[in-house]
C-alpha cells in the first residue's frame, strides 16, 4: 500500500506546531497503525531527522495510551484502539491525518503525545474504594446481583484512553467519569464513599477544564470498550442523589 | 503546566457547583418550557372551533383560579414562573457554552461527526433563534406592540389578521420557528432525561428518544397547523 500521512508535528507543549506530509510506499494490510508510525519514525530516524512522539505501551488494546486522533475520528475509522488499528481498514493511496487528543485539560507535550494526567486526578479525588487491604476475601462473601455485577463489569472496562474527550465537541469527560462511578457505585464495596465519590470526582473534572456534557453521544460512539451513554445517566443520577443528601 | 499527577482538589466541593448541577437547571427549567408549549399549543387549536371558542379560551385564562386568585392572578404566576426559568436556562445555556469553548481553544483540523443528530448540533444557536421568536412574539401578540395587519379586540380576529396571505412573511416566520422548536424539543427531551438520570439502559434510552421525537412532532405541527388553515382561507 501506498499512502499519505499528515501528521501534527510539534517541538514541545509552548510550539505551535502544525501537519507535517510524509509518504509511505512500502506499507502492507497487515501492519497495526501504530506500526506504520515506526515505520515513518525508522526512516526519519535514518534520514537524521526528529522521530514523531506518539504514546504507546501495551500494543493490545488494553492499557490506553495509544490514543490519536485518525482522520477525524478518535482511534480512527474502527470501534477500538489506534494499535488495534490495522491498514486493512484504509484504502491504497489514502491520504490520513493524524492528530493529537485536542483538549485543554490533555495539553500537548510533543508532537502526538498529550498529558493525560487530568484523568489520574479525577481518580484521586474519589475513583477509589477505601479498605484494608490484605488477603483477598472470598468472591462470594459478599453477594452482588447478577445485573449489578455484569454492568460493573462492562464500565470497568473504561481503559482511561481519553477517546470520549478527544470526541466530544465540549471536551467533556462524563464517559469516562460515569464509568468509573457507575463500576464503584453498583458494587457493595463502593457504597460508604459512593455520594463523595461522585462529588468530589466531578468537581475535579470541573476543575480541571473539561467542558460540560451535552448528550450529543459522541463519546459512546468513540469509545472502543463500547460504554454507553447509560453511565452518564447513572452519574448525573449519583450526583443528584448526593445533591438531596445535602452534599 | 502539571506534568506530574499530583492531587489538586478545587478549593470548594459542592454537588450544586458542577456542571451537572448546571444541566439540572437547565432540564427542569427546560421541562417547564415543554409542558408550557404544550398547553399553548392545546389552546391554540381551539381556532378550530371558532371565534367563540378561542375568544373564551382566551379570556378563561384570565379568570382561571377565580374568585381564590384575583383575575389574571394565575395567568401572571404561570408569566413569572416562565421568565424565572428563561433567565435561568439563558444564564445555564451560556455558562456551559463559554466552557465548552474554553475546554477545547486549539481545534481539530480534521474532526468528523459519528453520532451527532442535526438537533444537537442545533442546540445553541437554535436557542438563541429561539430567544429572539419568542420576543418577537410576545411583541406581536401579548403587548401588541407589533402590529401587523390590524388590531383588533378579539383575539381570534388578531391571530386571522396575523397570518393572512398579503403578510405571508408571519407565516414564515412562524414555519422557521416551529422547526427550530421542533429540534430543540427533539434534542433537548432526550437530554433532559438522560441529565435527570432516567436512561440508565438501553431500552429507557429508546424510549426517551421516541418520545423526544413524538412532543417535537406534536408540538411544532399542533402549533402551525391552525395557522396553516387562516392562510389557505379555511378558518376566517
Ligand atoms: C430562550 C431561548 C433558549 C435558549 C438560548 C436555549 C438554549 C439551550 C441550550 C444551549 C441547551 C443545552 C443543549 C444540550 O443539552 O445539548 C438547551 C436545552 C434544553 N432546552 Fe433550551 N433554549 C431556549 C429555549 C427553549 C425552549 C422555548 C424550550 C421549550 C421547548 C427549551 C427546552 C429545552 C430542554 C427541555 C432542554 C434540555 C435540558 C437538558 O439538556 O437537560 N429551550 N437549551
Ligand atoms: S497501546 Fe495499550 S491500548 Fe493501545
Redesign the pocket.
Known sequence: MKITLKVWRQSGPKDSGGLATYELDDITEDMSFLEVLDVLNEGLITSGEEPVAFDSDCREGICGMCGLMINGSAHGPEVTTTCQLHMRSFSDGETITVEPWRADAFPVLKDLVVDRSAFDRIIQAGGFISVNTGAAPDAHAVPVPKENADKAFASAACIGCGACVAACPNASGMLFMGAKVTHLGLLPQGQPERDARVVKMVNQHDHEGFGGC???GECAAACPKEIPMDVISQLNKDLRTAMQHGR | MRCVATSTLPPSIQARRTTIAM?LV??VS??L??LF?IAHMYGNLKMFGGQAAYDDYAHHLRTLGEPIAPYSGVLWIIRVVLLGS?LA??YS?FY??SRAQGARTTKYRMKKAAAATIS?RF??WG??A??LF?IWHILQFTTRTINVNGSHDSPYDNYVAAFQPSVWWVFVIYALAMVA?AM??R???W??T??LGWTGNVRARRRANTLAITLAAVVSIGFILPAVFVLFGVIK
Open positions: 451535552t448528550n450529543i | 444541566k437547565m432540564a427546560g421541562s418550557f415543554v408549549v428563561v436556562h439563558i445555556a456551559l457554552w444537537a442546540m445553541r436557542g438563541v429561539l430567544l419568542l422548536l430543540h424539543i434534542h433537548g427531551v437530554s433532559a438522560q441529565t
